[in-house]
C-alpha cells in the first residue's frame, strides 16, 4: 500500500516564476492537507480539501497561493509569482475520513526554493 | 502566537537510556495530541496520539503522558536506539477543526 507522494521532490524556480506542487494520497484517502515549513519552524497548515472542494482554507496566503483537488489525480498547489520567502518544505498529508481525531499521514514533502 | 511550544531544540540521549521530549501548549480548546518523528528529507511519520480524557497512552517503547492541568505533554522512549534519532514533533488539535498545530520541533541524537 503505496504512501502519500508526491512530487516533485525538489523544485527550483526564480522569483516572479510558477510553481506547481502535486500530491497523490494513499489509496483509499479522500482528505487532502497541505501544510508548509520554514527553515527551523514547525509545520504550518495551509489548506484542507476533499474531492472538488476546499473545506479550510484558513492558513493560506491571501494572494498568489491557491489549491485544488480535481475529481481525477492528484492535489495540486500551485504558487504563482514565487518570491523568495516561498522557500520552505511544502508537505501533504492525507487522511481516510474527516473529522477530528483522524490521524494525517504525510508525504516526503516537495523543497521549494526561490532563487 | 506559538500555541505548541518544544522549548528544548535539542536532547541528547545514551543508547538504552530513556529519552524524555517535553511539550507544552496554550490552547486549552485543544482536545488530541499527537507525536511525529521527522528523518531529514523525509516527510513526518506517525508515532502516537492521545486524547484529553486519557492522561497516559502507551505503544511499544513509545509513552505519552498528558497533563491537562499543567497544559503539559511529554514523550517517553524507553529503551532510547540510535535508528530513534530524528526530530519529534508534537502537534494539538481542537473539536471541531482538521488542522494540526505543529511545535517547532526537538532533536533527539541517541548516542551508541
Known amino acids: 500500500n503505496a504512501g502519500v507522494m508526491q512530487n516533485p521532490r525538489h523544485l527550483v524556480r526564480r522569483r516572479g516564476q510558477e510553481a506547481r506542487l502535486r500530491c497523490s494520497p494513499m489509496?483509499?484517502?479522500?482528505?487532502v492537507y497541505w501544510y508548509r515549513q520554514l527553515p527551523e519552524e514547525g509545520l504550518k497548515f495551509m489548506v484542507y480539501l476533499q474531492k472538488e472542494n476546499i473545506i479550510d482554507e484558513s492558513g493560506m496566503p491571501k494572494e498568489r497561493f491557491s489549491a485544488e483537488f480535481p475529481k481525477e489525480g492528484p492535489s495540486i498547489l500551485r504558487i504563482q509569482q514565487v518570491v523568495r520567502g516561498d522557500s520552505a518544505a511544502y508537505f501533504c498529508?492525507?487522511?481516510?475520513?474527516?473529522?477530528?481525531?483522524?490521524?494525517?499521514?504525510f508525504g516526503p514533502g516537495t523543497r521549494l526554493l526561490v532563487l | 502566537d506559538q500555541q505548541v511550544k518544544q522549548n528544548s531544540p535539542s536532547l541528547s540521549v545514551q543508547e538504552g537510556r530513556i529519552s524524555i521530549l517535553n511539550c507544552d501548549y496554550t490552547?486549552?480548546?485543544?482536545?488530541?495530541f499527537l507525536w511525529y518523528k521527522k528523518y531529514p528529507a523525509e516527510g513526518p511519520t506517525f508515532l502516537i496520539s492521545?486524547?484529553?480524557?486519557?492522561d497516559k497512552n502507551e505503544d511499544g517503547r513509545f509513552t505519552v503522558f498528558l497533563n491537562k492541568s499543567a497544559k503539559h505533554l511529554s514523550l517517553h522512549i524507553v529503551p532510547s536506539q540510535p535508528g530513534d534519532s530524528a526530530v519529534y514533533f508534537c502537534?494539538?488539535?481542537?473539536?471541531?477543526?482538521?488542522?494540526?498545530?505543529f511545535g517547532t520541533g526537538t532533536r533527539l541524537k541517541v548516542l551508541a
Open positions: 492521545i486524547s484529553s480524557i486519557k
Open positions: 490552547n486549552s480548546m485543544f482536545d488530541y
Open positions: 489509496k483509499g484517502h479522500s482528505h
Open positions: 498529508a492525507s487522511s481516510p475520513n474527516s473529522g477530528h481525531q483522524e490521524t494525517q499521514y
Open positions: 502537534a494539538g488539535q481542537w473539536s471541531g477543526t482538521y488542522k494540526y498545530i
